[in-house]
């Protein structure tokens, strides 16, 4: 068993974050120590480490409850859940495509750059009559 803190290295996450998900319900079945503590067993760092990544992927607290109460009711709602995860990717890899997007415009603006100074472009500007 983990205690709060030894969690938070586990995970790495602060303590507050952590403690809010508790409260909030989103890691559930918390076990108490002889002194009312938190403790955590590996499947729950598992489970904090799924709640992670969830956040990452930009769940709200109110999806990741929902979230939540689906995997509590067990296989049956696997397609429910599956759902949520596909539109959460969809998401990401809508977003993975305009940073790609972001990214080649500043690789070719840092060309552009380059090849003004180095003499090999002549330098123009949207933003200055020439």
Avoid at 88 to 93: F, N, S, V
Wanted: glycine share 4%.
């Amino acid at each position: 068993m983990y205690s709060m803190k030894e969690t938070c290295e586990k995970v790495d996450m602060n303590y507050e974050t952590l403690k809010f998900y508790c409260n909030q319900g989103l890691v559930p079945n918390v076990k108490r120590d002889k002194w009312n503590h938190r403790v955590f067993d590996d499947r729950d760092i598992a489970w904090i480490q799924s709640l992670t990544c969830l956040k990452n992927c930009g769940m709200s607290i109110s999806e990741m409850k929902t979230y939540v109460d689906l995997c509590k009711q067990g296989e049956n709602s696997i397609p429910e859940r599956k759902e949520i995860l596909r539109i959460k990717k969809d998401a990401l890899l809508e977003q993975m495509n305009l940073l790609k997007q972001c990214i080649d415009y500043i690789d070719w603006k840092q060309q552009f750059y380059d090849d003004v100074l180095s003499g090999k472009t002549k330098y123009f500007s949207n933003l200055i009559d020439s």
